[in-house]
């Protein structure tokens, strides 16, 4: 299957032809993994759940989910007996918490309500990313397209990750930082910072 934003890669860098389709499908596969490991987040196009347990220190009201933003939550379970059973006993009502679609926070509404202290002590099932590409805020499709285009540059000059040679002793010297320092500006407005 292409990736999602297959068609808008080819259509901007004036790529015809399917010969190349594998390669730029990995390319922004791995980008896009790239992205979602270095902001602590970010996910782009999704419309599958995922199921996370969290940690707590008892101190907060709130937490972050480790994907954003969030398109909605289904459920949220917290138990602190040993073994954890996030079944129906241990639903939280929806009525008391809030989310930060955004950030990926999810906060207690009453003061003084925290979430339960412990290892894995809640469950969060959500629907992490964006509905659709049009849904991709503009900056976070440039930042992809513009990453995975330095890459594929690199791949059909096959010289990923080298910076220069040196024709008069054969040397060469090689990137140490694989983001390409054009979109990192954008990457650090996405990166989560806050710890829940």
């Given at each position: 299957?292409?990736?999602?934003?297959?068609?808008?890669?080819?259509?901007?860098?004036?790529?015809?032809?399917?010969?190349?389709?594998?390669?730029?499908?990995?390319?922004?596969?791995?980008?896009?993994?790239?992205?979602?490991?270095?902001?602590?987040?970010?996910?782009?196009?999704?419309?599958?759940?995922?199921?996370?347990?969290?940690?707590?220190?008892?101190?907060?009201?709130?937490?972050?989910?480790?994907?954003?933003?969030?398109?909605?939550?289904?459920?949220?379970?917290?138990?602190?007996?040993?073994?954890?059973?996030?079944?129906?006993?241990?639903?939280?009502?929806?009525?008391?918490?809030?989310?930060?679609?955004e950030s990926g926070k999810i906060m207690y509404l009453a003061d003084g309500k925290y979430w339960l202290r412990g290892f894995k002590t809640t469950q969060v099932v959500y629907t992490p990313g964006y509905a659709a590409v049009a849904n991709v805020p503009e900056d976070l499709v440039r930042l992809l397209l513009e990453w995975a285009r330095a890459s594929h540059v690199k791949?059909?000059?096959?010289?990923?990750?080298?910076?220069?040679?040196?024709?008069?002793?054969?040397?060469?010297?090689?990137?140490?930082?694989?983001?390409?320092?054009?979109?990192?500006?954008?990457?650090?407005?996405?990166?989560?910072?806050?710890?829940?």
């Amino acid at each position: 299957m292409a990736h999602a934003f297959a068609a808008e890669y080819k259509a901007l860098y004036s790529i015809s032809g399917n010969s190349d389709d594998a390669v730029i499908d990995s390319i922004l596969g791995h980008i896009e993994a790239q992205i979602l490991r270095h902001t602590g987040g970010v996910t782009y196009v999704n419309t599958s759940e995922v199921t996370e347990t969290n940690d707590h220190t008892g101190k907060a009201p709130y937490f972050y989910t480790r994907k954003r933003p969030i398109q909605s939550v289904t459920t949220i379970h917290q138990n602190s007996s040993i073994p954890r059973a996030f079944d129906a006993d241990a639903l939280v009502d929806a009525d008391t918490y809030d989310n930060d679609d955004e950030s990926g926070k999810i906060m207690y509404l009453a003061d003084g309500k925290y979430w339960l202290r412990g290892f894995k002590t809640t469950q969060v099932v959500y629907t992490p990313g964006y509905a659709a590409v049009a849904n991709v805020p503009e900056d976070l499709v440039r930042l992809l397209l513009e990453w995975a285009r330095a890459s594929h540059v690199k791949t059909e000059q096959r010289r990923h990750g080298v910076r220069s040679t040196n024709a008069g002793d054969g040397s060469t010297n090689y990137e140490i930082s694989r983001i390409p320092i054009e979109v990192t500006a954008i990457l650090d407005l996405y990166t989560n910072l806050a710890t829940g």
